[in-house]
């Protein structure tokens, strides 16, 4: 049975920075590309950023880029995004994604 567990969100003000991290079990993590999507109150589902199985090769959301970075630890089945210069509208519920399976999320809210 594939588990995605996401930690990390919290409160932080405009500007801040959190580290997302996502843990993975009941498949071959490092088999699988994977993804990060949020979603905002009242809004749908919004991809944000893409890894490769090996880690070699990402992508952003254009919302995200220059100020979000993700990354992988295979060996510890382990998916990251490292969220800097956080701005109001990056308030979201955060879910790692592989294929059509997420976690329960992680909330992430900026505010001053």
């Known amino acids: 049975e594939v588990q995605l567990v996401e930690s990390g969100g919290g409160l932080v003000p405009p500007g801040g920075s959190l580290t997302l991290s996502c843990a993975a079990s009941?498949?071959?993590?490092?088999?699988?590309?994977m993804s990060w999507v949020r979603q905002a109150p009242g809004k749908g589902l919004e991809w944000v950023s893409y890894?490769?199985?090996?880690?070699?090769?990402?992508n952003y959301a254009n919302s995200v880029k220059g100020r979000f970075t993700i990354s992988r630890d295979n060996a510890k089945n382990t998916l990251y995004l490292q969220l800097n210069s956080l701005k109001t509208e990056d308030t979201a519920m955060y879910y790692c994604r592989k294929g059509n399976d997420r976690g329960q999320g992680t909330q992430v809210t900026v505010s001053s």
């Open positions: 890894i490769d199985s090996g880690g070699t090769s990402t």
């Open positions: 009941g498949f071959t993590f490092s088999n699988y590309a």
